[in-house]
């Protein structure tokens, strides 16, 4: 009975440590947990905050392009005359002298799922940047607006560069402000928009209406204009 004794005791002295250990793993574990959590709770916050921002622009700008394809051209008639005869000279690009909109179509600037300005678009923008940095047309400032058709973006070569017809239009946008600024217009003048497939101008029903679609179009403001609305509240990130 004596060695029983002797050996329970053992056992029970193991039992309690092991209970010890146990308790402390399952202290670890709870501490560890409640940092989970609290770091859960503040990436749901971050994502809520971002989604929100992100519904704020997109709503912003769909409101800036509302009132920019309403709005009367501030042009002086001299410049519209010069932007017309541009017109005149290269049947793609079409310019409305009601609103001041510059439209560059289908496929002028850019071959199919590209963002390199074809070399022959290059004279014509290197004279939209001459008369827009001519007499009062200096004054304002302009945004570049890019559009695509329906089609999603299929070659592998294609989506390396552009995952989607968002980065496509944004991109297009992009290398048109890059080519006027390389002639002479001032980057603070100049904005960004893509617009992906979402402003189409005709019915996406086969390929001479989706060329249509294809297109880049850039709107005059006037100085004081703000392009994105109010400034955003501070969004922790």
């Known amino acids: 009975m004596y060695r029983q004794n002797q050996t329970l005791a053992g056992d029970l002295g193991q ?9 402390a793993e399952k202290q ?31 709503s912003r700008y769909r409101s800036m392009l509302a009132s920019l394809q309403t709005q009367k051209n501030p042009l002086s008639s001299g410049v519209n ?7 005149r000279k290269y049947p793609d690009f079409e310019f409305d002298p009601q609103t001041g909109v510059s439209k560059f179509n289908g496929d002028l600037l850019f071959a199919s799922g590209s963002d390199s300005i ?14 827009i940095n001519s007499g009062d047309a200096q004054q304002f400032n302009i945004l570049v607006v890019g559009h695509t058709d329906d089609q999603p973006i299929k070659k ?28 002479g217009v001032d980057e603070p003048r100049m904005g960004v928009a893509g617009y992906s497939k979402y402003q189409p101008v005709a019915a ?5 209406t989706r060329q249509q679609n294809r297109r880049v179009e850039i709107y005059v403001l006037a100085p004081d204009a703000v392009v994105a609305g109010r400034e955003p509240e501070t969004i922790q990130r």
């Not at 039992?15 to 308790?23: E, I, P, V, Y």
């Open 15 to 23: 039992t309690q440590q092991l209970a010890g250990q146990l308790a």
């Open 28 to 58: 670890q574990l709870e501490q560890v947990a409640a940092q989970l959590e609290g770091q859960l709770q503040i990436a749901n916050q971050r994502l809520d905050n971002l989604t929100a921002e992100r519904q704020e622009l997109h």
């Open 81 to 87: 005359l010069r932007f017309e005869e541009l017109a």
């Open 118 to 131: 074809r070399p022959e678009a290059k004279a014509l923008l290197e004279e939209f940047a001459e008369i």
């Open 156 to 183: 592998a070569s294609t989506r390396s560069r552009h995952e989607t017809n968002w980065e496509l239009s944004a991109h297009r946008a992009t290398s048109v402000v890059k080519m006027l600024a390389k002639y």
């Open 204 to 208: 996406n029903a086969n390929d001479g």
